[in-house]
Each structure stands twice: as structure tokens, then as C-alpha cells.
Nanobody
């Protein structure tokens, strides 16, 4: 079974940066589109970013455009989410996930229901 593991979270001051990683066991991530989601306490899980299988398509939530960058390094079997200029509202548990089918194309509005495999998440805290 495909298992996803997120890492790279931590405590950062507003304006700081973090790079999250999404790694997989058993399967190579290059065959999957990958979505990044986040969930803050008391809030719904929301889509943050998505990268296509070929990495030719990337999508971002309006709230993170210009600050976050999603990328993949197939040699390392890892998908990254570079987060710059972090804001307090970015604080959440961040999850990576794979979609239900190979033909999935990253949509402008990421839906949790389009994804079937999830990591356990990594905590991002933004505080002074």
C-alpha cells in the first residue's frame, strides 16, 4: 500500500519559511499527482496546492499564491512545499495526499474528496 509521510513542519515566526516534504514508501510518487492540504483547529481541511504527475501543472489556493511553491524531485521520490513569508493564518497541520485515479488533473479548487491516500500530517506553527 502506498504510504505517505510528511515532514518539515515546525515553529516559525511570521515572515519566516519552511519547506515541507512528502515522501512515499513502496510506490514512486512520479506516477501520482500530489495535493497539499491543511487543517487548522476547528476549521475544515482546505486545499493548499497540487502538482500534476508530469509536474507540468501546479495549482495554488489564492491565500498562498506568490508565497508557496510546490515541486517534486523524482530522484528523491519526494514532493516539496516551499512556504515563504508565512503568516499566522498558515498555522495548521499540513497533509499530502494522492488522488483516486491516475487521470486526475489538479483543479483550481482542491477537494479532499478527490484524494484517497493521506499522510499523518506535519504541524506548522506560525507565532511570534
Amino acid at each position: 500500500q502506498l504510504q505517505l509521510v510528511e515532514s518539515g513542519g515546525g515553529l516559525v515566526q511570521p515572515g519566516g519559511s519552511l519547506r515541507l516534504s512528502c515522501a512515499a514508501s513502496r510506490y514512486t510518487l512520479e506516477y501520482y499527482a500530489i495535493g497539499w492540504f491543511r487543517q487548522a483547529p476547528g476549521k475544515e481541511r482546505e486545499g493548499v496546492s497540487c502538482i500534476s504527475r508530469s509536474a507540468g501543472t501546479t495549482k495554488y489556493a489564492d491565500s498562498v499564491k506568490g508565497r508557496f511553491t510546490i515541486s517534486r524531485d523524482n530522484a528523491k521520490n519526494t514532493v516539496y512545499l516551499q512556504m515563504n513569508n508565512l503568516k499566522p493564518e498558515d498555522a495548521a497541520v499540513y497533509y499530502c495526499a494522492v488522488p483516486f485515479w491516475y487521470g486526475y488533473t489538479c483543479s483550481n479548487h482542491l477537494q479532499t474528496t478527490d484524494f484517497i491516500r493521506w499522510g499523518r500530517g506535519t504541524q506548522v506553527t506560525v507565532s511570534s
